[in-house]
């Protein structure tokens, strides 16, 4: 199975008050985040079987925009295995539910994210570029830092898995730019 992950995307600035931080919405720049990484997807042939997200809203829109983009036809399936509170079993757990699927795409937040991701590439008790890792450390050895609307696809087929690539928004942003731009100026015939 291939697994991506996906961070959500921009969503300005967190707000202070809990209960209306999960109600935050994309802005701008995350919309635009959501389609080059659509774009991206679409340029590799990529077709989802399975987008789980996060019930926040932030999450569940970078979900449906990607999946649109896309061409998803399915239900986007809604987790608490990749809300902000969640823990590694259980996005481990959800992780074993997709197996069936060839290709599944996941959307949730930092900082978790970032150790569930780590938690599939060098499980616990593995030994880390820091030294040997303790059975219950998790992936503390792995450092990854995913941006708002970074990609990431894993082989999930065995575990550990195989991190195929990671790709930043920022990455999307400047090949799209330069795609856009003509090689030679323009001439006239007249």
Not at 24 to 46: F, H, I, T, W
Request: hydrophobic share 35%; with cysteine; aromatic share 6%.
């Amino acid at each position: 199975m291939n697994l991506y992950i996906l961070r959500h995307a921009s969503a300005g600035t967190r707000r202070a008050n809990p209960v209306v931080d999960v109600k935050r919405p994309l802005d701008k720049e995350g919309k635009q985040q959501c389609l080059l990484v659509g774009s991206y997807l679409n340029a590799l042939n990529v077709q989802f079987d399975r987008i789980v997200s996060s019930p926040l809203k932030r999450a569940l829109q970078t979900a449906s925009l990607v999946g649109n983009e896309t061409d998803y036809n399915g239900k986007i399936e809604i987790s608490e295995a990749l809300s902000p509170e969640a823990t590694v079993p259980k996005f481990q757990e959800l992780v074993r539910s997709l197996q069936k699927y060839e290709n599944a795409l996941v959307v949730g937040h930092n900082p978790n994210l970032a150790v569930f991701f780590g938690s599939l590439i060098a499980p616990a008790g593995r030994t880390s570029a820091r030294g040997p890792q303790a059975p219950d450390s998790g992936a503390r050895g792995v450092s990854i830092r995913l941006r708002k609307g970074a990609i990431a696809r894993i082989d999930c087929a065995r575990l550990p898995g195989t991190l195929h690539w990671l790709v930043d928004p920022r990455i999307l942003r400047g090949v799209y730019s330069r795609a856009t731009k003509r090689s030679r100026p323009k001439t006239s015939r007249k």
